[in-house]
């Protein structure tokens, strides 16, 4: 199946987010990793994994890798944490009043840019409540280096 722009990405499918070391505790999310800059809007930024067709998870984190390097500064320290879109969605539906999507919204060299949205923008108890369902939901086998090791 192929999405097009604005479709949601089916509940089977995973997304994958780079996460600074300010982001991560014992290289695993904080509560915060979820969470938007003060004063933004905008959905949180992930890559859909699936759309890369890769024939293996490391394959498509050195996919995500490629295509974030010229958007961000990543760190040695930095993740790419992975989450399953489905169990994500029916977690927060569970834990808050909101109800999140994943959403495709590919970007000039980045086809796998989708964002997360749903969240309440002006009720930050509610977005920290979702930051730390989606936290909970990434075990140390879900993180990866953001820059593979020499």
Same mark, same amino acid.
């Given at each position: 199946?192929?999405? +097009? !722009?604005? @479709? ?16 991560? +505790? ?19 930024? +992930? ?6 067709? @890769?024939?293996?998870? !490391?394959? @498509?984190?050195?996919?995500?890798? @490629?295509?974030?390097?010229p #958007? ?13 879109v489905?169990?994500?969605? %029916? ?11 994943? +959403? ?6 980045d086809?796998?840019? %989708? ?8 009720? #930050? !108890?509610?977005e ?23």
């Amino acid at each position: 199946m192929i999405l +097009v !722009e604005g @479709e949601h990405l089916p509940r089977s499918d995973h997304a994958s987010r780079y996460l600074s070391s300010s982001r991560l +505790v014992d290289g695993l999310p904080r509560a915060t990793a979820f969470t938007r800059a003060e004063g933004d809007t905008c959905p949180i930024s +992930v890559n859909w994994l699936e759309q890369l067709k @890769e024939p293996d998870r !490391e394959s @498509e984190i050195g996919r995500v890798r @490629e295509a974030l390097a010229p #958007k961000l500064t990543m760190t040695k320290r930095g993740r790419i944490v992975v989450l399953n879109v489905g169990d994500a969605i %029916a977690a927060v539906e569970d834990t808050s009043s909101c109800v999140i999507s994943f +959403v495709h919204e590919p970007e000039e060299g980045d086809d796998s840019h %989708a964002g997360i949205h749903g969240y309440p923008d002006e009720d #930050k !108890e509610q977005e920290l409540l979702i930051s730390t369902t989606l936290k909970r939901l990434i075990a140390a086998d879900d993180v990866y280096l953001a820059l593979p090791s020499p």
